[in-house]
């Protein structure tokens, strides 16, 4: 089983930035990728951003140019956010991808307001 713990969430004001940091821990042999996914109030968990294990990276049209994760994809990720946005408000999730299954940290709140 894979724990993930992040860090780094916080109170920032419009245009600010934030980085946010998971490490994985437990049955960590086998991840293939690792990611952040965040859910706003009365809205569907979606995807930010997910690096895998060979250093392919996809990101959400939202946060393209102002988002970058980096990380081993192995046992840690980390999410650079500039340029925040008041829609950026929202619960990140650290991801990982262990033989087809998610492990989900707890999430850390970002919000972004002035």
Do not use: H
């Not at 419009?14 to 998971?22: A, F, Q």
Request: charged residues 15%.
């Amino acid at each position: 089983q894979v724990q993930l713990v992040e860090s780094g969430g916080g109170l920032v004001q419009p245009g600010g930035s934030l980085r946010l940091s998971c490490a994985a821990s437990g049955s960590i042999f086998g991840i293939a990728a690792m990611g952040w996914y965040r859910q706003a109030p009365g809205k569907q968990r979606e995807l930010v951003a997910i690096i895998t294990s060979s250093g392919n990276t996809n990101y959400a049209d939202s946060v393209k140019g102002r988002f970058t994760i980096s990380g081993d994809a192995k046992n840690t990720v980390s999410l650079q956010m500039n340029n925040l946005k008041p829609e950026d408000t929202a619960v990140y999730y650290c991801n990982a991808v262990r033989f087809g299954t998610d492990a989900w940290g707890k999430g850390t709140l970002v919000t972004v307001s002035s």
